[in-house]
Nanobody
Framework: QLQLVESGGGLVQPGGSLRLSCAASRFTLSYTAIGWFRQAPGKEREGVSCISSNGGSTNYADSVKGRFTISRDNAKTTVYLQMNSLEPEDTAVYYC?????????????????WGQGTQVTVSS
């Protein structure tokens, strides 16, 4: 099973930007779709965005469309989530995970690999 590692979280002011990275240890990410999820305190985990294995298909939650961009660099076996115009409502722990499909929605299963998460806090 893949071991995924997220990085890039932190504290940012409203309107600011962060770029999250999801990398795999030991194995390449090149052959799997990857998704980003987030979970805020007291809330259920929600899908944020996902990208197909070749990068040709992406999907976004309505709440982040136009602000977040997912991309991947298979040469570096890394998937990125560029987050712009951040809002306090984006505060959450962000996780990356392997996906079964990205259309019509980002879909993980109980067999998906998950990272440990990275905290994103948007606050003035």
């Amino acid at each position: 099973q893949l071991q995924l590692v997220e990085s890039g979280g932190g504290l940012v002011q409203p309107g600011g930007s962060l770029r999250l990275s999801c990398a795999a240890s030991r194995f390449t990410l090149s052959y799997t779709a990857i998704g980003w999820f987030r979970q805020a305190p007291g809330k259920e985990r929600e899908g944020v965005s996902c990208i197909s294995s070749n990068g040709g298909s992406t999907n976004y939650a309505d709440s982040v469309k136009g602000r977040f961009t997912i991309s991947r660099d298979n040469a570096k076996t890394t998937v990125y989530l560029q987050m712009n115009s951040l809002e306090p409502e984006d505060t959450a722990v962000y996780y990356c995970a392997t996906m079964v499909t990205v259309q019509p929605m980002c879909t993980a299963t109980r067999l998906s690999s998950w990272g440990q998460g990275t905290q994103v806090t948007v606050s003035s």
